[in-house]
């Protein structure tokens, strides 16, 4: 049996008469021909209110124009409250309960931007955009030379199909909204990233002359109860007692250790040590977690949120990990009772790198 001929590239398969097509060319009786079904054709077409009265289309533009209007003041709505706000603020919305005004204000305002957008560009389209039914025949898609330049001519006639050339109201609203619409982005970006540390991390809790205490007892330590091997996690002095900030008290807190004095690499370490005793900023110089694994054996500290070893017995060096500085040291002695002392605050600011930790 011989194969039904198929149809030849851009041939309907669809009767544009009144009559089902047929292959012409299949020798009838030896192939089984196809049952089409009738092309029903489009509807007729209905004129808008706005193709046929003038009046109609200046109101539809007006109504598109407002819409972006409102997308504008929800933008500005969004600014003002991002901005000026009261975050704290509390109020009974209706259908959702108490909340705080200033997410529900956010959310809202934004609301309003992206609506306003969306539903006057939509207006736009059902109302004032030409509305011609057009019948594309099938064709190869392929992004030929003429095909891009189709499309260019395409895109060329939609500007113009769209009138937005003719109706400046129209597309001075539009810029005004999708370019204001982009702030709240870039706000948010920038003004969410939290506060920058400044002068935070650069003073700490720890003064000349205050006790070295345990975390979280707050019994003071003697040089001689620190014994070779063990390791102390120290606040300052009156810390546990008052009433202090959470990261006040992360940022004084310190591990103290006992090394053999000939372990020690480096001078500068050794002087602001006792007897071997070191005592070190336990906030990792990575990303500010506690450094709490201490391995005796090869004098390495270990952070255990991405493994920043530091190396005890050479200033506390990285010697894996992706921190990139050395954990701070702490001056410290022993006073007349021979409790271990700090002999003032850390030299340079403990934990993280930022901008401007080098000013
Ligand atoms: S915070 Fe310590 S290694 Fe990342």
């Known amino acids: 049996m011989t194969p039904a001929p198929t149809p030849a590239h851009g041939e309907d398969k669809m009767s544009h008469g009144s009559h089902p097509a047929r292959f012409d060319d299949a020798p009838h009786g030896e192939v089984e021909i196809p049952e089409y079904f009738e092309n029903p054709g489009h509807p007729p077409h209905v004129l808008r209110w706005s193709d046929v009265d003038p009046a109609a289309a200046r ?5 598109v124009a407002f819409l972006f209007l409102l997308s504008i003041l929800g933008t500005l709505g969004f600014i003002v409250a991002y901005f000026w706000m009261d975050q704290e603020a509390t ?3 209706p259908g959702i309960g108490t909340q705080k005004l200033y997410h529900f204000t ?3 305002t934004m609301a309003v931007s992206l609506l306003g957008i969306g539903f006057g560009v939509v207006h736009w389209a059902k109302t004032l955009m030409d509305d011609e039914e057009v019948t594309e025949e099938r064709h190869v898609l392929e992004a030929d030379g003429e095909t891009r330049r189709a499309f260019a001519d395409t895109v060329a006639e939609g500007l113009e199909s769209s009138q937005i050339m003719r109706r400046p109201l129209i597309k001075w609203t539009l810029g005004g909204a999708l370019g204001l619409f982009a702030l709240p982005l870039g706000i948010q970006l920038v003004g969410s990233m939290g506060p920058l540390p400044r002068n935070d991390l650069a003073v700490t809790m720890w003064k000349k002359g ?10 003071p330590v003697k040089a001689a109860d620190v014994t070779l091997g063990s390791v102390f996690h120290i606040m300052p002095e009156g810390v546990m007692e008052a009433e202090y900030p959470l990261n006040e008290k992360a940022k004084a807190s310190v591990l103290v250790m006992r090394l053999n004095p000939s372990d020690i690499k480096s001078e500068k370490q050794r002087e602001w040590g006792y007897e071997g005793i070191v005592a070190y900023s ?3 110089t990575h990303v500010g977690c506690p450094v709490a694994l201490y391995e005796q054996q090869t004098h390495h500290l270990l952070c255990p949120c991405h493994q920043s070893t530091f190396d005890v017995t050479d200033d506390c060096k990285v010697i894996f990990g992706p921190a990139k500085r050395p954990l701070p040291q702490l001056k410290i002695a022993v006073d007349d009772e021979g409790y271990l002392t700090a002999l003032g605050d850390f030299s340079e600011p403990v934990g993280p790198s930022y901008w401007e930790r080098e000013l």
């Open 91 to 93: 109020g009974v919305i």
């Open 106 to 108: 956010l959310g809202l």
């Open 59 to 63: 109101r539809a533009e007006r109504q």
């Open 282 to 284: 336990k906030v990792c």
């Open 210 to 219: 205050t006790r070295l205490v345990t975390d979280p007892d707050g019994l």
